[in-house]
Protein backbone atom coordinates (compact mmCIF):
# COMPACT_ATOMS: atom_id res chain seq x y z
CA UNK A 1 0.00 0.00 0.00
CA UNK A 2 0.91 3.59 -0.92
CA UNK A 3 1.43 5.42 3.28
CA UNK A 4 1.08 8.65 0.50
CA UNK A 5 -2.54 7.37 -0.05
CA UNK A 6 -3.33 7.50 3.65
CA UNK A 7 -1.56 10.44 4.85
CA UNK A 8 0.64 8.78 7.01
CA UNK A 9 3.72 10.30 5.07
CA UNK A 10 2.58 14.05 5.34
CA UNK A 11 2.02 13.20 9.48
CA UNK A 12 5.34 11.75 9.75
CA UNK A 13 6.77 14.55 7.98
CA UNK A 14 4.81 17.48 9.89
CA UNK A 15 6.19 15.31 13.18
CA UNK A 16 9.97 15.59 12.11
CA UNK A 17 9.77 18.99 11.27
CA UNK A 18 8.44 20.12 14.70
CA UNK A 19 10.22 18.19 16.45
CA UNK A 20 13.28 19.63 14.82
CA UNK A 21 12.30 22.82 14.88
CA UNK A 22 11.57 22.24 19.36
CA UNK A 23 15.60 21.14 19.09
CA UNK A 24 16.90 23.86 17.11
CA UNK A 25 14.65 26.47 18.69
CA UNK A 26 13.88 25.52 22.45
CA UNK A 27 10.91 28.19 23.53
CA UNK A 28 9.25 27.31 20.19
CA UNK A 29 5.94 25.40 20.79
CA UNK A 30 3.69 24.45 17.45
CA UNK A 31 0.01 26.32 16.98
CA UNK A 32 -2.51 24.39 19.58
CA UNK A 33 -5.80 23.21 17.74
CA UNK A 34 -8.37 23.74 20.71
CA UNK A 35 -11.76 22.26 20.72
CA UNK A 36 -14.37 22.06 22.80
CA UNK A 37 -14.71 19.62 25.95
CA UNK A 38 -16.57 16.74 25.62
CA UNK A 39 -19.76 16.88 27.22
CA UNK A 40 -21.37 13.88 29.20
CA UNK A 41 -24.72 12.39 27.32
CA UNK A 42 -26.72 12.62 30.46
CA UNK A 43 -25.58 16.68 31.67
CA UNK A 44 -26.72 17.02 27.97
CA UNK A 45 -30.06 15.92 28.59
CA UNK A 46 -30.38 17.55 31.80
CA UNK A 47 -29.85 20.87 29.77
CA UNK A 48 -32.45 20.00 27.51
CA UNK A 49 -34.90 19.03 29.24
CA UNK A 50 -34.25 22.15 31.79
CA UNK A 51 -34.20 24.55 28.86
CA UNK A 52 -37.39 22.92 27.52
CA UNK A 53 -39.14 23.15 30.98
CA UNK A 54 -38.52 26.55 31.54
CA UNK A 55 -40.06 27.40 27.69
CA UNK A 56 -42.90 25.07 28.48
CA UNK A 57 -43.45 26.63 31.92
CA UNK A 58 -42.96 30.20 31.33
CA UNK A 59 -44.82 29.71 28.26
CA UNK A 60 -48.32 28.47 29.69
CA UNK A 61 -48.12 30.85 32.46
CA UNK A 62 -47.97 34.06 29.63
CA UNK A 63 -51.36 32.63 28.26
CA UNK A 64 -52.52 31.64 31.39
CA UNK A 65 -53.02 28.42 31.72
CA UNK A 66 -52.80 28.23 35.90
CA UNK A 67 -49.72 27.13 37.31
CA UNK A 68 -50.26 24.12 38.80
CA UNK A 69 -51.37 22.76 35.57
CA UNK A 70 -48.44 24.21 33.72
CA UNK A 71 -46.05 23.43 36.59
CA UNK A 72 -47.80 19.73 36.20
CA UNK A 73 -47.16 19.51 32.25
CA UNK A 74 -43.84 21.14 31.98
CA UNK A 75 -42.05 18.38 34.79
CA UNK A 76 -43.80 15.68 32.61
CA UNK A 77 -42.87 17.45 29.55
CA UNK A 78 -39.29 17.79 30.52
CA UNK A 79 -38.45 14.19 31.46
CA UNK A 80 -40.03 12.91 28.59
CA UNK A 81 -36.97 14.98 26.60
CA UNK A 82 -34.67 13.91 29.17
CA UNK A 83 -35.32 10.69 28.44
CA UNK A 84 -35.57 10.83 24.83
CA UNK A 85 -32.69 13.12 24.39
CA UNK A 86 -30.31 10.58 26.84
CA UNK A 87 -31.75 7.29 24.70
CA UNK A 88 -31.92 8.79 21.00
CA UNK A 89 -29.53 11.82 21.01
CA UNK A 90 -25.84 12.07 19.90
Known amino acids: MDES ?7 VVRRRRVLRAIIVRPGYSPAMHLRMPSIDRGV ?7 VF ?3 LYFGMVAVEI ?12 AFLIFLFVRTRGT
Not at 5 to 11: D, E, H, K, L, Y
Not at 44 to 50: H, I, N, V
Open 44 to 50: QSFLWAL
Open 66 to 77: GKGTALLVSLVS
Open 53 to 55: FLI
Open 5 to 11: ATGSVNF
